[in-house]
């Protein structure tokens, strides 16, 4: 069974930085698309970053475009998302997601694993 264990959030204020990590296990991790969404309280889900495991393409969401970076470390089987510049409307539970869609225009939301999420809080 795919497991995706995700580890990195936490509370910081506007202006700091955290770094979210997605460990993911029994999965074949090159040659897949994985990527973090965002779900904040009232609001519907939200596609952040994708790449593309192994070249390492990437995709990142205009929302977040220049203040976040995804990326991975093959030998680990982990991707991580460096947030930077946090902002109070970044508030909200990221998840991890593996086995999607690959795409180099837009986020696809097709993926058949998911983590459990992690809390992320920014304060004004």
């Known amino acids: 069974q795919v497991q995706l264990a995700e580890s990195g959030g936490g509370s910081v204020q506007a202006g700091g930085s955290l770094r979210l990590t997605c460990a993911v296990s029994?999965?074949?991790?090159?040659?897949?698309?994985m990527g973090w969404f965002r779900q904040a309280p009232g609001k519907e889900r939200e596609g952040i970053a994708t790449?593309?495991?192994?070249?390492?393409?990437?995709y990142v969401a205009d929302s977040v475009k220049g203040r976040f970076t995804i990326s991975q470390d093959i030998r680990k089987n982990t991707i991580y998302l460096q947030m930077n510049s946090l902002k109070p409307e970044d508030t909200a539970v990221y998840y991890c997601?593996?086995?999607?869609?690959?795409?180099?225009?837009?986020?696809?939301?097709?993926?058949?694993?998911w983590g459990q999420g992690t809390q992320v809080t920014v304060s004004s």
């Open positions: 790449i593309y495991t192994g070249p390492g393409a990437t």
């Open positions: 997601a593996a086995g999607g869609s690959w795409s180099d225009s837009e986020i696809l939301s097709d993926f058949q694993y």
């Open positions: 029994t999965y074949r991790f090159t040659s897949n698309s």
